[in-house]
């Protein structure tokens, strides 16, 4: 069902950033006057993970967020040592708490980010901060990693 939300211009030409020139961490978007998707924070190429979690966090309980993160992560490839890899996520962030009419306007709207932003490695679904945390993202990204 799409809610008839627009990605702003400013939205994909700063994801052209994060994805070749890497020069973001993350970067936060949320919803316009229920109109338009645009740029609500991000996070400069030394933020950490945790950083990204925090402000999530101190939204306070009933906002919602989408977040485009480059997550970093050793991972070994069938009898290689580790290797450096780094894949961008794209998170849908509705705490339990918020408005059901947020919600609804946040995951109506998540299929137009998706097509304006090519290229992303993993779409993630959280609700509360243990479906947010470093280990069950890694643990995502892994499952569909190459071996």
């Not at 939204?59 to 580790?82: K, M, N, S, T, V």
């Not at 998706?114 to 993202?137: F, R, V, W």
Request: negative net charge; aromatic residues 10%; proline residues 2%.
């Amino acid at each position: 069902m799409a809610s008839g939300v627009q990605v702003s211009d400013e939205v994909v030409e700063e994801y052209k950033f994060i994805k070749k020139g890497k020069k973001y961490r993350y970067i936060v978007f949320h919803i316009q006057d229920e109109k338009r998707i645009c740029i609500d924070s991000s996070g400069d190429r030394d933020a950490v993970y945790q950083d990204y979690l925090d402000y999530l966090k101190n939204l306070g309980p009933d906002e919602c967020r989408y977040g485009l993160y480059d997550f970093e992560f050793e991972h070994a490839c069938e009898g290689a040592a580790d290797t450096k890899r780094s894949k961008l996520i794209l998170m849908i962030w509705c705490p339990d708490t918020a408005r059901i009419k947020k919600k609804m306007l946040y995951s109506s709207s998540f299929d137009a980010l998706k097509h304006a932003l090519e290229g992303i490695g993993k779409y993630i679904q959280a609700t509360d901060m243990s479906e947010a945390a470093p280990e069950c993202i890694l643990e995502k990204i892994k499952s569909t990693a190459r071996s």
